[in-house]
């Protein structure tokens, strides 16, 4: 008895049979089996004084085979955890660049149609315009054509007059409003500078845009006279009550 149980032994070791051992072609060799015992003896010398050196018994061989084991078996598992994240990464990687190159068609889409509208509100007042999109320097630039002759285009809005200029803001918040799909929307005072045919047109323009978007919510302050419009189901007017400049009472609204 060597001192080995044999459920210690590997399970994919066993010892061949009498008949697999006679139908082994046995190789020819030209030295003697005195040399071969020779050199098996020197291992084992080896060996033994390899173990002595190290203090090494049975007992520490066999938590050495078990801890390679246990090692084995753990890089196998962080192996397979690797190769999972890795898969996960590629595919995280994939859907980005499909995210982005949506996202690129959205933006564009998004810039033709605000350009689009930009132009329908400026032919109210009979003018023309673009708006470029400069994303690459994240910046936005107008160009007005104040009517049909192409030498009143300019793209400087400081040459415009202070209604051309009012005209031309409040026709981009509506372009890009109408295009952002923004749920609410207020706006104070956009009729300043203004002269009487443009603010019709602007307060115009503002309710029927209004009306025709029931689902969102657009809020207009404005000092002007707003007696033409007609309340209605979806178009609610406030208004203050005129400031008492000498007896000191607050303002409240109707």
Do not use: C
């Not at 060597?2 to 459920?7: C, E, L, R």
């Not at 003697?32 to 520490?60: C, M, N, P, Q, W």
């Not at 859907?95 to 509100?121: C, P, Q, S, Y």
């Amino acid at each position: 008895d060597d001192g080995h149980d044999s459920d210690d032994d590997d399970d994919d070791v066993r010892e061949p049979t009498d008949a697999e051992l006679e139908g082994v072609d046995r190789p020819r060799v030209q030295k003697a089996a005195s040399y071969f015992v020779s050199r098996i003896e020197t291992f084992e010398e080896d060996l033994e004084r390899e173990r002595k050196k190290h203090k090494i018994t049975e007992g520490d061989m066999k938590a050495v085979w078990h801890k390679y084991k246990r090692a084995k078996d753990n890089l196998s598992k962080v192996k397979e955890g690797m190769d999972r994240v890795d898969s996960t990464i590629s595919k995280m990687r994939d859907d980005l660049k499909v995210r982005r190159k949506r996202w690129r068609h959205f933006r564009k889409h998004i810039a033709e149609m605000t350009n689009l509208t930009f132009g329908e509100m400026l032919n109210k007042k009979g003018s023309s315009g673009l708006v470029e999109f400069d994303h690459k320097n994240k910046s936005l630039g107008l160009t007005v054509q104040k009517d049909s002759n192409e030498a009143s285009q300019t793209s400087d809005v400081k040459a415009l007059s202070g209604g051309e200029r009012s005209f031309t803001t409040l026709s981009l918040l509506l372009a890009l409003g109408e295009n952002l799909e923004t749920p609410f929307r207020v706006m104070d005072e956009f009729d300043v500078f203004l002269d009487a045919v443009s603010r019709k047109i602007a307060l115009t323009t503002l309710v029927e845009v209004a009306s025709a978007m029931v689902h969102r919510q657009f809020i207009f302050i404005t000092p002007q006279d707003l007696s033409r419009l007609t309340p209605g189901p979806n178009l609610k007017i406030i208004k203050m009550r005129a400031p008492d400049r000498g007896g000191g009472v607050q303002t409240t609204l109707d």
